[in-house]
């Protein structure tokens, strides 16, 4: 079965640089079929796509967010991580990582809450 | 702010269909992007409850479906059951954002 686990910091203070690593067992990141993304959602409010990363580098992220936004895979780890820079008190929120197909998000991790805080 | 609007809530007693609405535009669900729902419990993370508009993943009971017409797409649940309390997010691609859009959410409550 599946499985991914979010990891880091879970305050961050202001301007500084959220880092997040998602660890996926279960399965291999280096899958062809598939590529591993970031969704996040700010207490009580919605989901918000932030970007998503192929086993071989390639990226693409939410243009809202693509200046201060670097995702990351290590296959050797079976892992890939988040860095979001510059950050206030409105990225606050859950983070979740998840497994993406056919444009749409099949397995997701528990999330982890980050507070941007002083 | 979401392109795609679904109603805040809705509510319906145990045993009755209820449905939710996910209206979207010409860049997103109108222009044959692919519509999928998910279910989100209460502190938990969102599952996928249905993708390519009408799909359920393996163990996801059929009294969930899901359509999809023009703009819009809908989600129904069938024979409700208390355990289907949850909010519910549409989802697509936008293809005037470039990005991945969510729907604004919908609470669904068993009376």
């Known amino acids: 079965q599946l499985q991914l686990q979010e990891s880091g910091p879970g305050l961050v203070k202001p301007s500084e640089t959220l880092s997040l690593t998602c660890t996926v067992s279960g399965g291999s990141i280096s899958s062809s079929s598939y590529y591993w993304g970031w969704i996040r959602q700010p207490p009580g409010k919605g989901l918000e796509w932030i970007g998503s990363i192929y086993y071989s580098g390639s990226t693409y992220y939410n243009p809202s967010l693509k200046s201060r936004v670097t995702i990351s895979v290590d296959t050797s780890k079976n892992q890939f991580s988040l860095k979001l820079s510059s950050v206030t008190a409105a990225d606050t929120a859950v983070y979740y990582c998840a497994r993406e197909e056919l444009r749409h998000f099949g397995y997701w991790g528990q999330g982890t809450l980050v507070t941007v805080s002083s | 702010q979401s392109v795609l609007t679904q109603p805040p809530s809705v509510s319906g007693a145990p045993g009755q269909r209820v449905t939710i609405s996910c209206t979207g535009s010409?860049?997103?669900?109108?222009?044959?992007?692919?519509v999928h729902w998910y279910q989100q419990l209460p502190g938990t993370a969102p599952k996928l409850l249905i993708y390519g508009n009408s799909n359920r993943p393996s163990g996801v009971p059929d009294r969930f479906s899901g359509s999809k017409s023009g703009t819009s797409a809908s989600l129904a649940i069938t024979g409700l059951q208390a355990e289907d309390e949850a909010d519910y997010y549409c989802q697509s691609y936008d293809s005037s954002l470039s990005r991945y859009v969510f729907g604004t959410g919908t609470k669904v409550t068993v009376l």
């Open positions: 010409s860049s997103n669900i109108g222009a044959g992007y692919d």
